[in-house]
Structure formats: C-alpha cells, structure tokens
C-alpha cells in the first residue's frame, strides 16, 4: 500500500508592503510523503510572495513533469508566470522560458550549488530569472511550527520577509538573484 499526502491547512494574513498587496486567505496544501517539511514551507511561501489574482499551485503536484510548483495565469488563463522551487533540470527552465513571459525559482538551495549543474546548459534568457534563496536556519525555525493547521502572518517589506506563526517571529532577507550570469 502507498503512502498517501498529508494535508496541511494554512490561513495566512499577508502584508506585502513592496507590491503594495495586502490579503487574507487558506492554502490547503498536500505534502507528498518524499516531500520534506522545508520544501512544502518553500513552496508556500513562494506562493504568498508571489501572491496576485490567477496564482494556484500545480494540480499535478510537485510530481507534476509538465506543469510548475505555482503557475499564475491572467483572466484567459493564459500561463503569465511560472514559479518553480527546489532545484529543476536546466531543460524544465529552458522549456518554462520559452513558454512562459516570466520564471522565478525559490529555493533551499546555496545559490553556487545550484548553478553548477545549470553551467553551460541551454536555458532561455536565464540572466532574467531570479532566484530566492531562503537560508537553512530560518527554514529550520519554521519547520519546529509546524502543524497540520496553522495560522501564518506574513509580511514583507523593504525586501525583508517576516513570519509570525504559533506566537513566534521569524525573519530573513530576501536576495532575489539572477539564475546565472551570462545567458547560455
């Protein structure tokens, strides 16, 4: 018998003072059992960084091999953004390049070590996605929290990012850098 998801339940009050988008809103996301606790936080809050009308995450799932981790998609539904997290294949960026007006990688990942394997590798206009890199420890911090439902106050301001959850603050930067640095 396979091991099935874990549901976990997230009401999030969000401040994104940068955008100037404020909102409240319930995410309930399935933690796929070889998913880890940090990337289901990653991909969370990718999804309230990015946060604008269309956004939704895959319904694939992270298993998904032709969908994004979070797509936004204008009023036709048309795809406008494509929103990875962990570390994808130089093809599924080069693919989502091309298909996509804008791409953006969130990760848990050291930035060299997640360039390496992407140098000399074809990726479309690859110098104009950024990448977000959030460090172990505060991931760490946040991962202790978590329950099966939790409430979330998320605030970004000044490119630095603030989550208040189970009566606890945390906090990090927020470095968005370019993919790599000369396009291939």
């Not at 940068?18 to 309930?28: I, K, M, N, T």
């Amino acid at each position: 018998m396979g091991l099935t998801a874990t549901m976990h339940r997230f009401e999030i009050e969000l401040a994104h003072a940068d955008r100037g988008v404020y909102a409240s809103f319930e995410l309930r996301v399935a933690r796929h059992p070889s998913e880890s606790a940090a990337f289901m936080i990653v991909r969370v809050l990718a999804y309230c960084i990015e946060y604008r009308e269309g956004i939704a995450f895959s319904k694939g799932g992270i298993s998904s091999v032709d969908e994004p981790a979070i797509s936004i998609c204008d009023l036709t539904g048309s795809r406008q953004v494509w929103i990875e997290v962990g570390a994808p294949s130089a093809e599924r960026l080069h693919r989502a390049s091309k298909a996509t007006p804008r791409v953006a990688l969130y990760t848990d990942r050291r930035l060299e070590l997640l360039r390496t394997p992407l140098q000399g590798q074809r990726i479309h206009r690859a110098a104009e996605i950024p990448v977000t890199v959030f460090p172990q420890p505060f991931l760490r911090e946040l991962e202790a929290q978590l329950e099966r439902s939790m409430r979330w106050d998320v605030s970004i301001s000044d490119g630095h990012l603030y989550v208040t959850c189970a009566g606890r603050a945390f906090d990090t930067e927020l470095h968005p850098q370019p993919l790599l640095e000369h396009e291939s």
